[in-house]
């Protein structure tokens, strides 16, 4: 949560603010700091729901992205451990080979056991 200042008023200047050039907006994330009460995950949080009313991330966040080799299937994390873990999981199941991606790093495989 935000602290408050001398005043009893939430004290706002270090909310993070995350931004988006596809949606041309700004927001400072008080709402998920204050209300939410999701702290040093509000920027996770923020981008996931971001994610979902709009089909895109907002900018500076790059996902991480898990898609079979053999099937339509996939999909999109914030973080590498579920990336891994959906592909590890995939691959274990299908007995396909999976490719986690992120940004401009090196693709990594995951091969069936």
Do not use: K
Not at 66 to 76: F, K, L, S, T, V
Not at 90 to 98: F, K, S
Request: charged letters at 30%; proline letters at 6%; a negative charge.
């Amino acid at each position: 949560m935000s602290d408050e200042s001398d005043d009893g008023e939430p004290d706002y200047d270090n909310v993070p603010t995350v931004s988006c050039s596809r949606c041309n907006c700004e927001w400072e994330l008080s709402y998920e700091l204050d209300d939410l009460q999701v702290g040093n995950q509000s920027v996770e949080q923020f981008a996931l729901d971001h994610m979902r009313h709009t089909g895109h991330f907002p900018d500076s966040v790059s996902p991480w992205v898990a898609r079979c080799r053999q099937c339509p299937d996939g999909d999109e994390f914030l973080s590498e451990r579920p990336a891994r873990r959906w592909a590890e999981i995939h691959a274990r199941h299908t007995r396909h080979t999976v490719d986690i991606d992120h940004g401009d790093d090196e693709t990594t495989t995951v091969t069936p056991e």
